[in-house]
């Protein structure tokens, strides 16, 4: 087996080489063992309240009650969740999952335009959205079959008076909700109340129902709808919740989550993962303001924390980050992107804790690989496939490719997506017959069985016949001590067809375009070196902080 699979004896001590895809019949099942073993635990905090296992298990009994019996939704209608990390996410969440729903999470500053092509694509009959962004959901609900509108407010799950005094201080002092007409929206407050006094009738939910659409392709072409059933969640929920097994503590973990659960990273390594270790995840609602983020950090004793590059930088050029507490931090997860080595360095001399890098897409739930929890440095590497995944390189025809050989990145095991909804033709150019999905990435795996990326497809510059990988030439500028954040594209050029561009956030004020191809010399070889380089006060990026490479890209007039 070794010998195919020759990442099983570079696994950790404990890390089994198989998990048991079918221990749970569905997400609900997960969430009513941890009810019941952890009822008195904290299961969410966020601006202060905490929800016991027990109080979430009630209040999303509730939701879901409302859902069937008020809203007459039957099981598989698609309702959509569209708002930041708050209390009201995983009642829904599971309140939905419950009442035997397909989730469809939609990120809450979509235009208009995005956000009806989602609900369009996905048939919503249902959207819960914070009050925020409802005039979003006004402009376009009657050119959609969304029928139902419920509306929550951020200090809806706080304490009285601490509700009503956040509730008038969003809306009337900070004027965050911008005004919007929806007739016959039902409050999510009173969405509880109505499910309190009726009962949840009996479903059934099979492995192989839809649990989520999670979009995904939005930033490269239309957004598709992955069909991600209970299955694949609870299966990666397992591979991944197998290689952290060794150093958590049940019913004690504290994990920091600031990506916001509508995105599959941290929907299923922080809430699922941590639902299923009895943990308590600390929402963050917005991790953008860094100040107020790092006082949230001074205010908890957290054992784990999860983020993008750009998350785990920008924590670490906040004023007071390093007089946090870190002596109770035991797992630093990176991913979404790829984590820079100046990056991860500085990380781990500041809180004394590795950055575990891992990999993966919203097709596979998103887990596919991870480094080992015992590893002591930074490696380079995406690590190894999780428990129950082969990975494998393939050429363009399908064919596999030998050890270290650059070739696309293809991932096989129970945490791949069923397909598109309603997409067969896309289905099959993502999965292979034989199950293998094909992830655009270009990689390669070594002796010992961990994978390198070495860039996506469609970010590969070309000079002058010459592949050039992005990542490689943002991990050279952001060793540089004056460079804050880094992108690298390709421009058109004459001579070479293309040329390596670097737009680039100072941090040192004083910082020059000569000294930062001096810096390159040093690392890299000629038709790498920047050709074109820019300096800007920020980067584009998505709402989780990946960097939109294709819009700086697409910025560019002929000659860069």
């Not at 069937?68 to 996410?89: C, F, S, V």
């Not at 973990?253 to 929907?267: G, N, Q, R, S």
């Not at 497809?457 to 991990?475: A, C, T």
């Not at 020059?512 to 191809?517: H, K, N, Q, S």
Request: hydrophobic content about 40%; some cysteine; charged content about 20%.
């Amino acid at each position: 087996m070794s010998a195919e699979k020759p990442w099983l004896a570079s696994y950790a001590p404990g890390v089994p080489a198989e998990i048991n895809a079918d221990e749970f019949s569905s997400i609900p099942a997960v969430f009513a063992k941890s009810c019941a073993l952890y009822r008195d635990r904290p299961a969410f905090s966020n601006m202060g309240k905490v929800l016991s296992y027990g109080r979430l298990d009630q209040l999303s009994m509730q939701f879901a009650s409302f859902l069937r019996n008020t809203l007459k939704l039957e099981k598989g209608d698609r309702i959509a969740l569209m708002m930041p990390n708050l209390l009201q996410y995983p009642i829904a969440i599971f309140g939905a999952l419950r009442a035997g729903l397909i989730v469809v999470n939609t990120n809450p500053l979509y235009t208009s335009r995005e956000l009806k092509h989602q609900l369009n694509d996905a048939g919503v009959s249902a959207i819960l959205v914070l009050e925020n962004f409802a005039a979003t959901v006004a402009e376009v609900l009657h050119e959609t079959p969304c029928k139902h509108v419920i509306v929550t407010r951020i200090g809806d799950m706080l304490d009285f008076p601490k509700s009503l005094i956040t509730n008038f201080a969003v809306k009337h002092i900070k004027k965050m909700v911008p005004a919007f007409a929806i007739p016959h929206a039902i409050s999510f407050t009173s969405a509880l109340a109505s499910g309190a006094r009726q009962s949840l009738p009996a479903v059934e939910i099979a492995a192989n129902d839809v649990a989520f659409l999670q979009y995904t392709g939005g930033t490269t072409g239309v957004a598709k709808g992955a069909m991600l059933t209970h299955r694949n969640l609870v299966a990666n929920m397992q591979q991944v919740g197998a290689w952290f097994k060794s150093v958590v503590v049940l019913g004690e973990e504290i994990m920091i989550t600031a990506l916001p659960l509508y995105h599959i990273f941290a929907l299923t390594c922080n809430c699922l993962v941590f639902i299923n270790f009895g943990g308590l995840n600390v929402l963050i609602t917005n991790p953008r303001d860094m100040p107020g983020f790092v006082k949230e950090l001074k205010k908890s004793r957290f054992t784990s924390i999860t983020g993008v590059n750009t998350l785990f930088n920008g924590l670490l050029n906040t004023p007071g980050f390093d007089e946090i507490d870190f002596s109770t931090l035991r797992t630093s997860f990176g991913g979404g992107m790829a984590v820079q080595r100046a990056v991860a360095e500085r990380w781990k001399k500041t809180t004394g804790c590795i950055l575990i890098e891992g990999y993966g897409m919203t097709e596979s739930s998103p887990v596919a690989t991870d480094n080992p929890m015992n590893a002591l440095e930074y490696s380079g590497s995406v690590g190894l496939p999780v428990p129950s995944t082969e990975l494998s390189i393939q050429d363009d025809d399908g064919k596999l490719l030998p050890q270290g050989e650059n070739g696309e990145i293809c991932i096989r095991g129970p945490q791949v997506m069923k397909g598109y909804w309603q997409r067969p033709e896309d289905t099959a150019k993502s999965i292979t017959p034989d199950g293998w999905l094909k992830t655009g990435d270009i990689g390669n795996m070594d002796a010992r069985g961990f994978f390198f990326i070495v860039d996506r497809k469609k970010d590969m510059i070309l000079v002058s016949g010459f592949n050039v990988y992005p990542n490689e030439i943002e991990d050279v500028v952001a060793l540089h001590p004056g460079v804050l954040e880094v992108a690298a594209v390709g421009v058109p050029d004459e001579k070479s067809g293309e040329a390596v561009k670097l737009v680039v956030v100072k941090k040192d004020p004083n910082l020059t375009a000569e000294d930062l191809r001096a810096h390159c010399k040093l690392y890299l070889t000629g038709y790498k070196l920047p050709k074109v380089i820019e300096f800007r006060t920020s980067l584009p990026k998505t709402n989780v902080g990946k960097i939109l490479r294709r819009e700086l890209r697409d910025a560019q007039p002929v000659g860069g």
